[in-house]
């Protein structure tokens, strides 16, 4: 069936450097992707998102991407600090024709950043 | 402040004893949801609530019930809990956005072990 997947389960990530999360889906007709970051015992909380008519959207240090090519999209968090220690997960939304707001999650990258 | 607000944060229980978790959100939003989380499995949506009076199945709904009597609440009821509902929940709420944008605002979650 159609799903949203990580390549990744755990990224070790050295204070400063820039970070790379990636996220493949197969829904080829979905049209919205949100990542989300979730801390330690805490829900997951917005980050940023895109439609699938951009290939690229920025926000404070973080940048994400959209290869519709091959269904691939990825999170890039410049600079990385301690506070950015985290799960991250992807997030896409099928097409409006099918049911409103339902959420499909990926199953989340651990990312540990180290000093 | 706009949030949304669970309880209990923790809850252990047995096997059968019908429990309720509640969901409040005060941002006025339509749409609100039901996610569990467990390990290598992500976010999974239980139900979800497009409105008052409007509920319709998740991906994982069998054992839960849901009700949308007020804009602002959506309990969560387990009937007759078992052990594989075992899990960590969330509640999230959203507003329509254009376009089917859908940035869903999440809880802080409810940890609930069925023993």
């Known amino acids: 069936g159609e799903s949203v997947g990580l390549h990744l389960p755990t990224l070790s990530v050295q204070e400063g450097d820039n970070s790379i999360i990636n996220c493949a889906y197969s829904?080829?007709?979905?049209?919205?992707f949100i990542w989300y970051k979730q801390e330690s015992g805490k829900g997951p909380q917005f980050i940023i998102d895109?439609?699938?008519?951009?290939d690229k959207r920025q926000g404070q240090r973080v940048t994400v991407l959209l290869n519709k090519t091959v269904k691939h999209l990825s999170l890039q968090i410049a600079a990385t600090q301690p506070g950015d220690s985290a799960v991250y997960f992807c997030?896409?939304?099928?097409?409006?024709?099918?049911?409103?707001?339902?959420?499909?999650f990926g199953a989340g990258t651990q990312v540990v950043v180290t000093p | 402040e706009a949030q949304v607000t669970q309880n209990p944060r923790y809850l252990i229980t047995v096997t059968g004893k019908k429990l309720t978790v509640t969901c409040s959100q005060n941002?006025?939003?339509?749409?609100m949801s039901w996610y569990r989380q467990d390990p290598g499995l992500g976010l999974r949506q239980i139900y979800y609530?497009?409105?008052?009076?409007?509920?319709d199945k998740g991906d994982v709904p069998e054992g839960y019930k849901v009700s949308r009597k007020e804009k602002r609440n959506f309990p969560l009821i387990l009937e007759s809990p078992s052990p594989n509902q075992t899990s960590l929940y969330f509640c999230?709420?959203?507003?329509?956005?254009?376009?089917?944008?859908?940035?869903?605002?999440f809880g802080a979650g409810t940890r609930l072990s069925v023993l």
């Open positions: 999230a709420s959203s507003f329509q956005g254009a376009g089917g944008k859908n940035i869903q605002y």
């Open positions: 829904n080829s007709a979905s049209d919205y």
């Open positions: 895109i439609r699938s008519n951009m």
């Open positions: 997030a896409e939304i099928p097409p409006l024709t099918d049911s409103w707001g339902k959420l499909q």
């Open positions: 941002m006025n939003h339509e749409y």
């Open positions: 609530s497009m409105n008052v009076e409007v509920t």
